[in-house]
């Protein structure tokens, strides 16, 4: 099957609502399909040292065991809601169980069209017609394995393809997982800033569309590291650095703050004809409110930047119109409302700074006016506003001209969120509160004078998402049934 094909679904995948919140499952499915093209040769010892590359030593095959069953049941549960009628199917075949013929299964994934996946087992066919057949097959499977050598032999196994951090040394690997190069650096790597795992702080593709493969790495040391910014790398496929870029700059509205910058996330535009990759990348100031979002071309140069008066603590990049370009969908906290909010940028038009009308005396000025595609504003439950300062908008995901998000509304966290939905014009579709939201705020108003139930009235003014920008109307259009 086409390897691109693959990749989408499993970056369809991995986007999925299905897969929120399920980290370790995701990367666990990224590695597999990093190694589908080896993993005959695959061993446990490989995938724990990927996995799990700060518990190297306390991990077992058992461990991996465990993980292959959740993933497999996490896919199964995937393909029986929003995959349902996904064009390929991924599985995880069963390595423990013998066959018949008493061999054990050695693939870890397989990927299958639909059709054949969903195909009944045809009848034998005749001996007439079945020394073609296996002709046709055997043709085939040599233009398969001879497609297969001369790629390899072109791209070789220097082409690099993850990473690990082994105290203050980043280690980059290839497909194998044998290294190709390392780094390392005397003010180390400040674990907060990795807590989640590398892979999110990395970016591993072809930048300048020459058929060379680069190594983006968000840097942040572990040396001072709150007055400390978080530095932007590209290395060439070698491990030359190519530049740096450092976020932010000074600004009036920081009242003598040093121009500190933490980039919370990072992501490479989709090259479209005439128009080249660029970086987005979206970091905020310590410890004020303003936060820049840059686009950086591939020579590490800043192109355009927008500002918000407020933290956009996510970052998405997807197509969200089907036109074949992708929007730039950064969630957070308006500083100015007070509330969480979504805002929408198109790649070309990154400039100017957020309008502040509630709230003047935080507005950044100096940096023109701002074209967002979209600003919305999420109301505030009466849990939110008695117990919080603000809710937050966290991150979303974009599924075939859907997009969903959720919004934080109290402690516990991860949870106590409302979940939105909206079309791809941006009309709400669905509003949900998950259970821990509903059973917090059981919790908190049984001990208060005002106790009270979460109500259906209650839930109807979460559908009241204000539009700051980019519609026609106060608040966006409803189309829930």
């Given at each position: 099957m086409d390897c691109a094909a693959i990749g989408d679904q499993i970056d369809r995948i991995l986007h999925s609502p299905s897969f929120a919140g399920k980290s370790q499952l995701a990367k666990l499915l990224e590695i597999l399909f990093h190694h589908m093209d080896s993993q005959i040769t695959l061993k446990p010892d490989r995938v724990i040292k990927e996995l799990w590359p700060e518990e190297i030593r306390t991990k077992r095959s058992a461990d991996v065991a465990t993980e292959m069953n959740r993933l497999r049941k996490a896919l199964e549960s995937y393909y029986t809601g929003e995959g349902a009628n996904d064009p390929v199917v991924i599985c995880l075949p069963n390595r423990s169980v013998a066959s018949t013929d008493g061999l054990r299964e050695k693939r870890w994934i397989v990927a299958e069209h639909r059709d054949a996946a969903n195909k009944p087992t045809a009848a034998p066919a005749t001996p007439r017609k079945r020394p073609k057949m296996i002709v046709a097959i055997a043709a085939v499977?040599?233009?398969?394995?001879?497609?297969?050598?001369?790629?390899?032999?072109?791209?070789?196994?220097?082409?690099?393809?993850?990473?690990?951090?082994?105290?203050?040394?980043?280690?980059?690997?290839?497909?194998?997982?044998?290294?190709?190069?390392?780094?390392?650096?005397?003010?180390?790597?400040?674990?907060?800033?990795?807590?989640?795992?590398?892979?999110?702080?990395?970016?591993?593709?072809?930048?300048?569309?020459?058929?060379?493969?680069?190594?983006?790495?968000?840097?942040?040391?572990?040396?001072?590291?709150?007055?400390?910014?978080?530095?932007?790398?590209?290395?060439?496929?070698?491990?030359?650095?190519?530049w740096r870029w450092t976020p932010g700059r000074a600004l009036p509205e920081l009242a003598g703050n040093p121009a500190t910058y933490r980039t919370v996330a990072f992501g490479v535009l989709k090259a479209t004809p005439g128009q080249p990759s660029r970086i987005v990348v979206s970091s905020y100031h310590i410890p004020e409110y303003p936060h820049q979002i840059a686009?950086?071309?591939?020579?590490?140069?800043?192109?355009?930047?927008?500002?918000?008066?407020?933290?956009?603590?996510?970052?998405?990049?997807?197509?969200?119109?089907?036109?074949?370009?992708?929007?730039?969908?950064?969630?957070?906290?308006?500083?100015?409302?007070?509330?969480?909010?979504?805002?929408?940028?198109?790649?070309?038009?990154?400039?100017?700074?957020?309008?502040?009308?509630?709230?003047?005396?935080?507005?950044?000025?100096?940096?023109?006016?701002?074209?967002?595609?979209?600003?919305?504003?999420?109301?505030?439950?009466?849990?939110?506003?008695?117990?919080?300062?603000?809710?937050?908008?966290?991150?979303?995901?974009?599924?075939?001209?859907?997009?969903?998000?959720?919004?934080?509304?109290?402690?516990?966290?991860?949870?106590?969120?409302?979940?939105?939905?909206?079309?791809?014009?941006?009309?709400?579709?669905?509003?949900?509160?998950?259970?821990?939201?509903?059973?917090?705020?059981?919790?908190?108003?049984?001990?208060?004078?005002?106790?009270?139930?979460?109500?259906?009235?209650?839930?109807?003014?979460?559908?009241?998402?204000?539009?700051?920008?980019?519609?026609?109307?106060?608040?966006?259009?409803l189309e829930i049934r």
């Open positions: 499977a040599a233009i398969c394995v001879a497609a297969f050598i001369l790629v390899r032999m072109f791209r070789g196994d220097g082409r690099p393809e993850s990473g690990r951090l082994d105290g203050s040394t980043l280690t980059i690997t290839n497909a194998k997982g044998e290294e190709l190069w390392r780094k390392s650096f005397a003010d180390g790597f400040w674990p907060d800033y990795y807590v989640h795992g590398l892979a999110q702080r990395m970016w591993f593709g072809d930048l300048e569309g020459k058929g060379q493969f680069d190594v983006l790495l968000l840097y942040h040391p572990a040396v001072d590291p709150i007055s400390r910014s978080t530095t932007l790398i590209c290395y060439n496929d070698r491990g030359k650095e190519k686009i950086v071309d591939a020579n590490g140069k800043t192109v355009s930047e927008y500002w918000h008066s407020g933290h956009l603590d996510f970052l998405t990049l997807a197509d969200l119109d089907g036109d074949g370009r992708e929007e730039i969908i950064a969630p957070g906290i308006s500083n100015g409302y007070r509330q969480a909010t979504l805002v929408v940028l198109d790649p070309d038009r990154v400039f100017g700074a957020s309008t502040e009308a509630a709230r003047p005396e935080i507005q950044l000025h100096g940096i023109g006016v701002a074209q967002e595609r979209l600003r919305l504003l999420f109301p505030r439950s009466d849990l939110n506003k008695t117990s919080h300062v603000y809710n937050q908008a966290e991150e979303a995901t974009v599924e075939h001209g859907r997009t969903r998000l959720s919004v934080w509304e109290c402690w516990p966290r991860p949870g106590c969120l409302i979940w939105y939905e909206f079309d791809r014009n941006f009309h709400l579709l669905s509003v949900e509160a998950d259970d821990q939201f509903r059973n917090a705020h059981a919790e908190f108003y049984l001990k208060q004078k005002d106790n009270h139930p979460f109500s259906p009235e209650e839930e109807g003014e979460f559908q009241k998402v204000r539009c700051l920008v980019g519609c026609k109307t106060e608040y966006v259009p």
